[in-house]
Each structure stands twice: as structure tokens, then as C-alpha cells.
């Protein structure tokens, strides 16, 4: 187990608003990562990030911001919430170093937006 | 760019009925990841298996056993003898293998449905 915790596990928001999930680990890997979850697409990279304030873009990124100021937090912030970004938001670490390391994920994240 | 399909998005079956699961991959690099996981009702994602593009001997694991064919790009699934607690969806996922951390892309799922 990463030790990962993601906050909040469920949250509803209003069109417009600026949300911000959290995602926090104990076992201070490098590699995080954010996905979205949605119905016949499986996940999908929003952002990842490969070190303190080292983080870059994924596949589907345009609508969030992302900030790393420490090894454990990773940020995901919605910056003008829209109802496409209802979705199922799901963290992710990887062990270890490079392509050795597997993959652990949160527990995740329901966000609907109205 | 790298690309994962799950044709099947629904299989339904009865207790004990075995169930393949059908992954097909595109991808240029010559080395990579590619992965199972299961999402049961729950929600949660649970890692299944992981295998190298330079291994493709088939894998058995208790009910579950993997088919990897690198001439047709496809990671197949198989539940042998299906119980009601393999309800769940199921993602089949590849990895590039860089040095620099290696970023997932997901099928989109197939739900499997097993009835009592």
C-alpha cells in the first residue's frame, strides 16, 4: 500500500467555482499522477508530475492546474468549474524508479459539477 | 501515440462460465508495460498484472490467466470458472518504459456481469 489519501471523496460544486483536489502521500515517491474517470474512456491523464514543482501535462489537461510544493501533495485545481469535469478523479503513484516501478492509485475522488 | 481498446464494454455470464476479455494495443516503442485492473463495485482500482513487451510467455494466476500475443498487439484475459465476486470492470492499461516516469493509457473497461 502507497499510502495514498485523496481529498475529498466526494464533492458537489456549482458551475464556475474554482475546486481544488487533494492528493497526499507517505511514502515520498516521485512520480504522481492525475486521471479522470469516464464512462467508455476508462482513465485518462490530466497532469503528472515527476518531482517538486516539476509537473507537466497530459492527454485531456485543458480546464486544471496542477502544484507540487512538496513530495506528499499533489493539487488538482479545476480553475472555473464546468459541467464537463463531472468525473471520478483518481490519483496515482508510481513505485520505484522509471519503468520498474508499478502503479498505486487513490481511493478517489466523485466530483459533480451543476 | 499509444492506444488501448477494450472491444467488448459489457460481457454478462453465469457462475462457473469461463470469460475472455479482449485487449488490443498500438504503439511505437519497442519496449513497454502493459497491465490489467480490476474496479470492483467499490470503486477502488486493484492491480492485477503487469508484463514486459519482452515476455510474452502466458501467465496463470489461481482462476485468472493472461495471453500475450506481440505479432497481433493483444493482452488477453481469461476467468476461469467465474464466481459472482468477479463482477466488476476491467481496464487493461500500457506503459511506456522511459526513464522518466512512465504515463498509463487505459482501455476504456468491460464490464463483466456474472450471475449466480
Known amino acids: 500500500d502507497a499510502g495514498i489519501t485523496q481529498s475529498p471523496r466526494h464533492k458537489v460544486t456549482e458551475t464556475g467555482t474554482p475546486v481544488t483536489l487533494r492528493c497526499h502521500q507517505t511514502e515520498n515517491h516521485r512520480y504522481m499522477y492525475w486521471y479522470r474517470q469516464d464512462p467508455g474512456h476508462g482513465l485518462r491523464l490530466i497532469h503528472y508530475?515527476?518531482?517538486?514543482?516539476?509537473?507537466d501535462k497530459g492527454e485531456v489537461s485543458d480546464g486544471y492546474s496542477v502544484s507540487r510544493s512538496k513530495t506528499e501533495d499533489f493539487l488538482l485545481t479545476l480553475e472555473s468549474a464546468t459541467s464537463s469535469q463531472t468525473s471520478v478523479y483518481f490519483c496515482?503513484?508510481?513505485?520505484?524508479?522509471?519503468?520498474?516501478?508499478?502503479?498505486?492509485f487513490g481511493s478517489g475522488t466523485r466530483l459533480t459539477v451543476v | 501515440a499509444q492506444k488501448v481498446t477494450q472491444a467488448q464494454t459489457e460481457i454478462s455470464v453465469v457462475e462457473k462460465e469461463d470469460v475472455t476479455l479482449d485487449c488490443v494495443y498500438e504503439?511505437?516503442?519497442?519496449?513497454?508495460?502493459l497491465f490489467w485492473y480490476k474496479q470492483p463495485p467499490s470503486g477502488e482500482l486493484v492491480f492485477l498484472i503487469r508484463?514486459?513487451?519482452?515476455?510474452?510467455q502466458n501467465e496463470i494466476s489461481g482462476r485468472y490467466s493472461w495471453n500475450f500475443q506481440k505479432s497481433t498487439s493483444s493482452f488477453n484475459f481469461t476467468i476461469t470458472a467465474s464466481q459472482v465476486v468477479d463482477s466488476a470492470v476491467y481496464f487493461c492499461a500500457l506503459s511506456e518504459a522511459r526513464a522518466a516516469g512512465n504515463k498509463l493509457t487505459f482501455g476504456g473497461g468491460t464490464r463483466v456481469l456474472v450471475k449466480p
Open positions: 496515482a503513484v508510481q513505485q520505484g524508479q522509471g519503468f520498474l516501478g508499478g502503479y498505486t
Open positions: 504503439t511505437r516503442d519497442t519496449t513497454y508495460y
Open positions: 508530475s515527476y518531482g517538486v514543482k516539476d509537473t
Open positions: 508484463r514486459n513487451s519482452f515476455d510474452e
